[in-house]
Nanobody, 115 residues
Framework: QVQLVESGGGLVQAGGSLRISCAAS????????LSWYRQAPGNQREWVAS???????NYADSVKGRFSISRDNAKNTVYLQMNSLKPEDTAVYYC?????????WGKGTLVTVSS
């Protein structure tokens, strides 16, 4: 079992920055990839970024150059630094991982970007 808890969401003006976090607990020693997804109102959930245990990263084109994913393996935490935020970045951001064939999701944290 893995538990994922997101935090750090909030209201920010367009052009601003925000860092959100996801703390993992449970049977986590074998976790490799941690990812961020987001879901805007009325839209499907979409992938944002991923990071492997060795630090390899990958980003969706819509956030490349603005967002940065990182992880602290000692703290079992993954971060998403979001810069140059746009109103279209408004969404609930979810942390995701998988272990032994099971996908785990956090409950999400809301990021609202005002214009």
């Amino acid at each position: 079992q893995v538990q994922l808890v997101e935090s750090g969401g909030g209201l920010v003006q367009a052009g601003g920055s925000l860092r959100i976090s996801c703390a993992a607990s449970g049977t986590i020693f074998s976790i490799n990839v941690l990812s961020w997804y987001r879901q805007a109102p009325g839209n499907q959930r979409e992938w944002v970024a991923s990071i492997t245990s060795s630090g390899l990263t990958n980003y969706a084109d819509s956030v490349k150059g603005r967002f940065s994913i990182s992880r602290d393996n000692a703290k079992n935490t993954v971060y998403l630094q979001m810069n140059s935020l746009k109103p279209e970045d408004t969404a609930v951001y979810y942390c995701r991982t998988f272990l032994a064939g099971t996908v785990y999701w956090g409950k999400g944290t809301l990021v609202t970007v005002s214009s």
